[in-house]
């Protein structure tokens, strides 16, 4: 019979301490995983540790930095150290800013790229040699976002952060999934969290920060145009991607006709006329 995917395994989720990143911890101890919750805000993850332990789940905080390439490095050695092994990783940590991105001030595109992109590229780096060392295969889920399938106005460094993660995300898949780890790329639109505040809490900027109690919800005043979602529904549709070893994750409708319109601008740039000398 084939391995489960989650029962016995170990699931290593950076941002595990909210939104996505705890509803996927919630779905997968359900599924009977272990859970290593990493987040750069120690007590939230704690909490969500505490929450699955009190459920029956071997679960433990770990507080990471994603963006530390060197944090990323020892939450490996810990996840192996009190685990075993690690199977599944989830490299969801991210936060979003939006702007004029031609007008933007550097540290918010270095913010953006640092967590969004080199934080998902350190958790791959870190946990790929270990899942093939051990050899029982494993599992990597990347957090993109639609933003990372379109262009969209104002969201121009979220967008280059989250296509740079699609862009890994499918050539990860090419080299690992002939070695048993399979790939997934989540794609959400919007997702009811706290992401806006978060994302100001810990802007680089102190005066930025300040502002994070006036950030609005993400489902009030989101930059992204569309239907809201449940973080559950999100980790739901994950679990039956993973099931289903499905590259693409995608968790709302109206993604289909945009991402065709997209498709289709594509597919007319080679009509003939354009071919004419
Ligand atoms: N909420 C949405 O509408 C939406 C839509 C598409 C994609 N996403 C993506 O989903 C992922 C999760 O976002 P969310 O909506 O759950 O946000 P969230 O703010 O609720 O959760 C993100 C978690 O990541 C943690 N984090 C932030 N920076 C970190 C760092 N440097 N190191 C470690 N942990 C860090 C935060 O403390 C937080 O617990 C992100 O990658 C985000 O870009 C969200």
Redesign the pocket.
């Known amino acids: 019979m084939a391995q489960d995917p989650f029962s016995g395994r170990t699931a290593v989720i950076?941002?595990g301490?909210?939104?996505?990143?705890s509803a996927l911890a919630r779905a997968f101890a359900e599924r009977g995983a272990k859970l290593a919750l990493?987040?750069?805000?120690p007590e939230?993850a704690r909490r969500v540790a505490d929450e699955l332990v009190a459920g029956g789940t071997q679960a433990e905080a770990f507080p990471?930095?994603?963006?530390d390439r060197s944090d990323v490095f020892r939450l490996a050695d810990a996840v192996v150290e009190r685990f075993g092994k690690a199977h599944i990783v989830c490299n969801?940590?991210?936060?979003?800013l939006g702007g004029e991105m031609w007008s933007a001030p550097m540290a918010d595109w270095n913010y953006t790229m640092d967590?969004?992109f080199w934080?998902v590229l350190h958790g791959v780096q870190a946990f790929v040699p270990r899942i093939l060392e051990h050899g029982e295969g494993g599992y990597i889920v990347n957090?993109a976002?639609?933003a990372g399938l379109t262009g969209m106005s104002f969201l121009g460094m979220y967008c280059a952060s989250k296509f740079a993660v699609v862009g890994l995300s499918e050539s990860l898949s090419r080299e690992v999934r002939p070695q048993g780890i399979g790939v997934s790329v989540l794609c959400?639109?919007?997702?009811e969290?706290?992401?806006n505040r978060?994302t100001m809490a810990?802007h680089p900027d102190p005066e930025r920060r300040k502002l994070a109690n006036l950030a609005p919800p993400?489902d009030a005043a989101?930059p992204m145009r569309g239907g809201v979602v449940q973080?559950g529904d999100v980790a739901r549709r994950v679990v039956r991607a993973m099931e289903r070893d499905q590259l693409y994750i995608l968790t709302h409708p109206e993604q289909q006709e945009i991402l065709r319109r997209r498709s289709h601008r594509i597919d007319s740039a080679f009509s003939a006329e354009n071919w004419e000398p």
Do not use: L
Request: a negative charge; glycine letters at 18%.
């Open positions: 950076t941002g301490g909210g939104g996505i990143g990493a987040d750069v805000d939230a990471v930095d994603v963006t969801n940590a991210g936060v979003a967590v969004n934080g957090t976002s639609m959400p639109m919007i997702v969290t706290d992401i978060n810990r993400n989101p973080a």
